[in-house]
């Protein structure tokens, strides 16, 4: 095993800041997934991509995204998945706050150790929305509903290398000029 | 003297200060919601922003069960054709009959001053989606506020009821299904007139009828349909068809379950019933009403000569 790469690359790699149309790009179609019509257990099983664009911002460019903007997303959450106002919110505020605290930590590692890292903090998300629904008097949702911050954790590898891109070539053509 | 950061570290407060505040936000807005149920012009509002997007993510699968439906076979065409003319001609033969009773009905309310307990006016609403709260049973269905809809009004499809509309956007309405947990319906058993409340179980395909007694008649196949006591949902409406009827004399009550008639996750299209009585008054605003209603007479034998 290669020794840790101890230095912060959050300034290295994301040294030219992605745009606002990126974010908000993403973040769209983002939500437009998670507003696929889902039913039954491929719902429960379902991978909330908002999320993971969501840290993986709050990771990449804490100055622009931060826990204002989870709030506002989940309450648009919780208005399309006609929840209680507020659930959403609540778990995306404590994920991004989880993201800002291990941000330069998390991004000292390559891929696989942060797709562990993000898993707990989509563990801990849909653990607050179950936990809040069973305060409400909900039954248990069933075992799918496990697979989700697992599929969402699948998801950042992926989502990382597709929003890097265009940072990435904007670098490359930089550089070369 | 005081000590402060150059301005080029200012960074606003303090992540867990930020994460104090949003929590607490989070938590005020559900209390709001749920207890007082104070946000509903909120939902609305955002509501109106998101349906763009929504209908976006779900115009891909819209398209393609028209599309299934486009090269649907000749052959289950024209089976359903039959059926459906089968079925016709079962409904045109109740439908003289309730002709005649409407008749009759209509004498007897013109020299009674109450209002029809049944069905009249409704709106046919296409399934949009189901509702995407793993926690709650729900359907959106295509006709909102610009169509007359309001909260509380009955769904039914051509088996029975389906549920009830439980929150109204501008072109959108969601419906509680009958399914859902502790979603009731006063029903009455067509057998012998027996009342009762049929309650959601939170399972997919059946409700339960709590707090029957033992001694209670009812067997296996009853057809339980509203009884409109409630004065929300017509009465007569197909409501459920019991299944399951457990009587242990060592509890008190019979344990009974029943399966939804109508289709309650497998339909495209619904009604819903729109001729509606107003919903009953709360409690306090009751006990208000009845005080002059009880001088009104009274004041009304003091004008009379």
New interface residues.
């Given amino acids: 095993m290669r020794p840790a790469d101890l230095t912060p690359v959050a300034r290295d790699v994301m040294k030219l800041p992605a745009g606002p149309g990126l974010i908000f790009a993403s973040l ?1 179609g983002a ?9 039954g257990w491929a ?2 099983a379902r991978p909330d991509l908002v999320l993971v664009v969501l840290v993986f911002w709050a990771m990449h460019q804490p100055g622009s995204v ?3 903007l ?2 506002a997303l ?3 959450m919780d ?9 959403h ?2 778990a995306y ?2 994920a991004t ?1 989880g993201a ?2 291990l941000r330069v930590r998390v991004l000292s590692f390559p891929i696989l150790e942060q797709t562990l890292h993000v898993l707990g903090l989509f563990i801990g998300a849909s653990a607050v929305i179950v936990l ?2 069973l305060l ?4 248990l ?1 069933g075992a799918a ?1 496990a697979l989700s911050p697992a599929l969402a954790a699948l998801a950042w590898g992926p989502l990382a290398w597709l929003l890097y891109l265009p940072v990435l070539r904007r670098m490359r053509r930089e550089s070369a000029t | 003297m005081i000590h402060e950061p150059p301005p080029f570290f200012h960074r606003g407060p303090s992540p867990l200060a930020r994460l104090t505040f949003f929590a607490l936000l989070a938590i005020a807005t559900m209390i709001a919601d749920h207890r007082f149920g104070a946000l509903e012009a909120v939902r609305l509002s955002l509501s109106v922003l998101v349906a763009p997007l929504q209908q976006v993510a779900g115009a891909p699968a819209i398209a393609f069960s028209r599309l299934a439906d486009y090269f649907a076979s000749q052959d289950r065409l024209m089976q359903e054709n039959r059926e459906l003319k089968a079925k016709l001609l079962d409904y045109a033969a109740e439908a003289q009959r309730s002709r005649l009773l409407q008749a009759e009905q209509d004498h007897f309310l013109a020299m009674t001053p109450s209002r029809s307990r049944f069905a009249t006016d409704g709106v046919l609403a296409e399934v949009l989606a189901h509702g995407r709260n793993p926690f709650v049973r729900k359907l959106v269905l295509d006709k909102g506020l610009t169509q007359g809809i309001k909260a509380g009004m009955p769904v039914i499809d051509r088996e029975g009821v389906v549920g009830q509309v439980t929150a109204v956007g501008t072109f959108t309405s969601e419906v509680t299904l009958l399914t859902e947990k502790d979603q009731s319906v006063p029903v009455m058993l067509t057998r012998n007139g027996l009342r009762a409340i049929a309650v959601g179980s939170g399972k997919d395909g059946s409700i339960d009828v709590p707090f029957m007694p033992v001694s209670a008649d009812i067997q296996n196949g009853d057809l339980f349909v509203t009884s409109g006591i409630d004065g929300t949902y017509p009465a007569g409406l197909v409501v459920a068809r019991v299944t399951a009827v457990e009587k242990n004399t060592t509890y008190v009550f019979a344990k009974i379950t029943a399966r939804p008639a109508a289709g309650v996750d497998n339909h495209r299209f619904v009604r819903i019933l729109t001729g509606q009585r107003p919903p009953p008054a709360p409690a306090e605003a009751r006990a208000e009403e009845k005080r002059p209603a009880k001088d009104r007479p009274a004041a009304k034998g003091r004008r009379q000569p």
Avoid: C, E, T
Wanted: proline residues 7%; hydrophobic residues 55%; aromatic residues 12%.
């Fill in positions: 769209v939500y437009l997934f998670n507003s696929l019509p889902w039913g719902l429960l931060g826990q204002g989870a709030f989940g309450l648009a208005v399309g998945d006609s929840m209680l106002l507020g659930q919110a609540l505020v404590i706050f800002q605290v809040l629904n409400l008097g909900a039954p949702p509903a």
